[in-house]
């Protein structure tokens, strides 16, 4: 049985060179009506936009090597097409640069072929010297034809690297826990990495860990807590804020590798109930996979 290629999916009428545009909505708004005159999509276009700007860059959308794959599973599609577009410069976001746009749309019933694509795109853009010239190509058949010379049948699998975020907010050894409370609140997150004053990854505290600092080590070994006062564990916490983080945190038992595959992470995160991971390299910190990571960008993706 013959391996299905990234190319062999390519519908040359709705691949766009040298685009001109720069405005995310109005790209996804000609990609999506492109895609509408030739396909019998299943959602109105006012819907199908609202979806598609409904989900930001950082959600599965945009990954580190300028890949954006803008993504729709409709219900009672059963087609899967693909559209691509090429801005003639790299449009620079908050969540880096996109350098080429793949919009997928296809049916609700079957994931496995977008998980496929979105591993030959993954893969095809991380061959740095073949994604160049892939960008570089002046018509669509020449596109088309240089895309089927690589191999993307999807031999690897999905790294953390690929889905990790990499906007990462630390606190540092010194800091006080005054301070790491403030950035749990104002950022909105559940893990957070300690660094000493050299940037080197020594220590790690969720927000659990955090809370759990109100509350006498010895509570663990009991049934319940009612004989607690109702505020007694947080006025703890309020005399405790001018304590230093280094104090409090964790060290880093378990890391993950920028190599490690999402399986493995999963499989790690339930073999030590976790919910976050940082990824390691060279004792330095490159970004946060968490449950949440991987359901919103492949799952639900």
């Known amino acids: 049985m013959h391996a299905m ?13 040298q685009s001109e545009q720069r405005d995310l909505a109005k790209i996804y708004e000609y990609m999506s009506q492109k895609i509408a005159e030739r396909y019998p999509l299943t959602e109105s276009q006012e819907v199908i936009m609202d979806r598609l700007l409904s989900r930001k860059l950082d959600e599965g959308i945009l990954f580190p090597t ?29 969540h880096g640069v996109i350098k080429i746009f793949f919009m997928v749309i296809n049916g609700t019933k079957d994931n496995s072929l977008y998980l496929k694509i979105l591993q030959s795109t993954i893969k095809l853009s991380k061959d740095a010297s073949f994604f160049k010239q892939l960008l570089g190509q002046k018509s669509v058949s020449d596109f088309i034809e240089f895309l089927s010379k690589g191999d993307f049948s999807v031999k690897e699998t999905i790294t953390v690297t690929d889905l990790m ?3 990462i907010i630390t606190v540092k050894a010194k800091d006080t826990v005054k301070d790491l409370s403030n950035l749990f609140y104002q950022y909105d997150i559940n893990y957070i990495p300690v660094l000493n004053e050299s940037g080197t990854f020594i220590g790690e505290i969720t ?3 955090y809370l759990m600092l109100g509350f006498p080590e010895y509570t663990k070994f009991l049934p319940n807590l009612n004989f607690l006062k109702a505020f007694e564990p947080f006025e703890k916490l309020i005399k405790m804020e001018d304590q230093l983080v280094e104090n409090i945190m964790h060290p880093v038992k378990v890391f993950l590798t920028p190599d490690t595959s999402i399986f493995e992470a999963i499989f790690l995160m339930n073999k030590h109930d976790r919910r976050d991971f940082p990824i390691v390299s060279d004792g330095k910190i490159l970004g946060i996979i968490s449950l949440k990571n991987i359901f919103r960008k492949v799952i639900k993706g």
């Open 5 to 17: 290629h990234l190319s062999s999916l390519i519908d040359s009428n709705l691949v766009f060179l």
């Open 165 to 167: 975020e990499r906007k």
């Open 66 to 94: 300028g890949v954006a794959i803008p993504h729709l599973h409709l219900e009672n599609f059963n087609d899967t097409v693909i559209s691509i577009l090429i801005p003639k410069e790299p449009i620079e976001t908050d």
């Open 207 to 209: 927000l659990r860990n």
